[in-house]
């Protein structure tokens, strides 16, 4: 079903691609099952040196191709954006995929509540993790712990607004300071309750082997980007604003993690967001 008031609206769909031969196959294939008509589907090679991936870039049809000498994920999300036509924006990672219908349900979700100004969905979690991951909103919240995934939907004129993504943060968590800048900039989300995203969980990925391992070093980079957002004044008054909202966990608990962060050196501190993400991913394997 193509939704009437918006049913000619092109969305672009960028997939940044560095070396992901074994899994940019499946990515395409779901983008290009969508039952939403009419999509521009660009990937964005990001200076690939594997032979295989040269191979299969080199052999694709339908699809337009972009290549850059490696700058890294934000680039390649910037380089595909700034070639696109489309009205509505949808980052894509090369070795996740999305369920059939994903495009419309988020239109229509984003279409549905006139306050929001972006819309993602639950999270199905794929590879050495198993099991569904409900996310809701709460901008208070994502200042301390991502909550929003990559993937989202979102108006051309919002990705412009903002900027895009930070291509200095090559060592990872750029969605998460773009999702930050978005609500510092006004622009909230809207959550469809369906995991429509597939996300592959691999210890080789940059979330599970970079990222973690400097995670309070780069919340510090986020939080230095956003000054006048962590400003404890600042942060006092969001808190109040999105407190009867529903979030993951108790929201003054985040003021402990804020100061705990703040006193502690910064490798015993990254120590200890590794063992919670490590309790949590050992759970989510064990489901």
Excluded at 12 to 34: D, R
Excluded at 94 to 101: H, L, V
Excluded at 227 to 232: A, G, L, R
């Amino acid at each position: 079903m193509q939704t009437t008031s918006f049913a000619k609206e092109l969305v672009s769909v960028v997939i940044p691609c560095y070396n992901s031969g074994a899994t940019l196959a499946k990515t395409i294939a779901s983008v290009q099952s969508q039952t939403w008509a009419h999509i521009e589907l660009i990937v964005v090679d990001d200076g690939s040196s594997d032979e295989h991936t040269v191979k299969l870039l080199n052999a694709l049809r339908g699809v337009r191709l972009i290549r850059q000498r490696n700058s890294g994920l934000p680039a390649a999300r910037n380089a595909g954006f700034l070639n696109a036509n489309g009205t509505y924006f949808l980052p894509l990672d090369a070795d996740d995929w999305i369920e059939p219908d994903t495009i419309e349900r988020l239109l229509l979700g984003l279409k549905s509540d006139a306050n929001t100004h972006f819309a993602y969905s639950y999270i199905q979690l794929e590879g050495e993790a198993r099991g569904i991951l409900k996310k809701s909103y709460n901008f208070f919240e994502q200042l301390f712990l991502n909550q929003i995934p990559y993937c989202i939907l979102m108006p051309r004129s919002v990705w412009e607004a903002v900027g895009g993504y930070d291509e200095s943060m090559r060592h990872g968590y750029e969605d998460w300071e773009f999702n930050i800048r978005l609500g510092a900039s006004g622009y909230f989300g809207h959550v469809v309750q369906y995991p429509h995203l597939h996300y592959r969980v691999a210890s080789s990925g940059m979330l599970m082997s970079k990222s973690n391992q400097i995670h309070c070093l780069l919340w510090l980079e986020i939080q230095g980007r956003h000054k006048n957002v962590f400003y404890f004044r600042n942060l006092i008054r969001l808190w109040k604003v999105w407190r009867p909202k529903t979030s993951k966990y108790p929201l003054l608990l985040y003021f402990f993690w804020f100061f705990l962060c703040r006193a502690l050196p910064i490798s015993l501190s990254s120590r200890l967001f590794r063992w919670y993400r490590w309790s949590s991913h050992l759970r989510r394997i064990n489901v």
